[in-house]
């Protein structure tokens, strides 16, 4: 059995590499895989009023594949909390922390919130959007648990709010279908000034939606972690 | 441009082996998010800004988080070799 299963990565790994090295060979492929990034890169600007052609490929071009995402990090979410809700127990009496990390926590965390929120924000204008955005949130969460225990964190709030973002992006796709084009996730509001915080149409609000869904999401991952026994 | 790129890889990669005969985990969580934060120097070296900031976000920050939670709930050091 276990050769069995040896042989058969041994084979699907020399196939990946095969057409891995294949695929650089063929000089005319590549030339095609080229051609639709500089497509995308000569029209994104124009079509979806989005500075950040990556962001518009991420929420326009490709918004299916990122409402899949969500999906796929919100069962993750859910695995993780139905896996550690049987082993969530009182909390240990935990050592006083030392007044440096405390004080450090409480001075950085309004910054990585803010700097969190500054990321979604631009995320059509400068480099980052809603994921690594709630990334950073969560992880500002994270350095405020780690020290202070008496901090009161509603996981009533963070579903509420997990839950609308959620429904909030899939609504946004919907109204797209009774839009002029009449296609799921299409950019139904007007573009704006090119290059300015309002503008892009429907891009800014979805990534605002996104981070806030990652953000509820892997504080409450974090949070159910740290509380289990 | 091509020197600054291998010498990254060549860091990555010794940091990568040395990951492996650490014997304390916490380093060796520590040492994974210096493996994260070349990967995420070397893509913006590459042009690819999005992708830097993704990768230092989650593969530096949330993993460690999640890594060093793990190993606060469990046990601090390597027992497999005592048993």
């Known amino acids: 059995m276990r050769k069995l299963v040896s042989i058969v990565l041994l084979a699907g790994f020399i196939f990946y590499f095969a057409t891995l090295t294949g695929g650089l060979m063929i000089p005319s492929a590549s030339n095609e895989r080229n051609s639709v990034g500089l497509d995308i890169l000569s029209r994104s600007a124009d079509e979806t009023g989005s500075a950040n052609a990556v962001t518009s490929v991420v929420v326009l071009y490709r918004g299916f594949d990122t409402l899949g995402e969500v999906t796929v990090l919100f069962l993750a979410a859910l695995g993780i909390s139905v896996f ?49 955005g709630g990334v950073i949130i969560a992880t500002g969460f994270f350095v405020i648990l780690l020290t202070s225990e008496s901090v009161e ?18 609504v946004l796709g919907l109204v797209g ?34 981070g806030i869904k990652v953000a509820a999401e892997l504080s409450s991952v974090v949070f159910a972690m740290k509380e289990s026994k | 441009m091509l020197y600054l790129l291998s010498f990254l890889v060549l860091v990555m990669l010794c940091v990568g082996i040395a990951i492996i005969f650490v014997k304390d985990i916490l380093s060796a969580v520590i040492l994974s998010t ?50």
């Open chain 1, 84 to 132: 550690m809700k049987g082993t969530v127990g009182q909390r240990k009496k935990v050592l006083d922390q030392s007044f440096i990390l405390k004080t450090g926590s409480r001075l950085l965390f309004p910054l990585m919130f803010l700097f969190g929120i500054y990321i979604i924000a631009h995320g059509h204008l400068t480099p980052g959007g809603g994921f690594p």
């Open chain 1, 153 to 170: 964190f509603s996981k009533n709030l963070m579903s509420v709010l997990e839950g609308l973002a959620g429904l909030s992006f899939i």
């Open chain 1, 177 to 210: 279908l009774f839009g002029p084009d009449n296609s799921f996730l299409q950019n139904f509001l007007p573009l704006g000034d090119f290059n300015t915080v309002f503008s892009a149409g429907i891009i800014p609000i979805i990534y605002a939606v996104v």
């Open chain 2, 34 to 83: 210096v493996v994260s934060l070349v990967v995420s120097i070397i893509f913006l070296f590459i042009a690819a800004p999005d992708v830097a900031i993704t990768e230092a976000a989650i593969g530096a920050a949330l993993t460690a988080v999640v890594f060093v939670i793990a190993i606060k709930r469990t046990e601090m050091k390597e027992t497999a070799d005592k048993e």
